[in-house]
């Protein structure tokens, strides 16, 4: 069993930048992948970022490219997301998961589907 615990939420303005982060505790997830979702009141679940288990190959949505940065430290058993330029519709709960079948990502990857594990969240809040 893996737990998950994220932390790094916050209110921040329009352009700041915040960093999320996912520590694992119980069974290590250095070895798969790790996904970070995130929800908005009302809305359904939506996929933010993906990474495979060495750290090396990562996935993005198209609303969060080229902003946001998704890496890993195994050693400490924790995933991270560097948000930066962040807008009002990045408002959500933002939360991880892994995935205990798959250390490389695949396109089941971009789903809430496959992960086992998820974390409690942690709510982002981006004023205007």
């Known amino acids: 069993q893996v737990q998950l615990v994220e932390s790094g939420g916050g209110l921040v303005q329009a352009g700041g930048s915040l960093r999320l982060s996912c520590a694992a505790s119980g069974r290590t997830f250095s070895s798969y992948v790790v996904g970070w979702f995130r929800q908005a009141p009302g809305k359904e679940r939506e996929f933010v970022a993906a990474?495979?288990?060495?750290?090396?190959?990562?996935y993005y949505a198209d609303s969060v490219k080229g902003r946001f940065t998704i890496s890993r430290d195994n050693a400490k058993n924790t995933v991270y997301l560097q948000m930066n330029s962040l807008k009002p519709e990045d408002t959500a709960v933002y939360s991880c998961?892994?995935?205990?079948?798959?250390?490389?990502?695949?396109?089941?990857?971009?789903?809430?589907?496959?992960?086992?594990?998820w974390g409690q969240g942690t709510q982002v809040t981006v004023s205007s």
């Open positions: 998961a892994v995935d205990l079948s798959r250390m490389a990502i695949t396109t089941a990857s971009m789903t809430p589907r496959p992960y086992d594990y």
């Open positions: 990474i495979n288990w060495r750290g090396d190959n990562t």
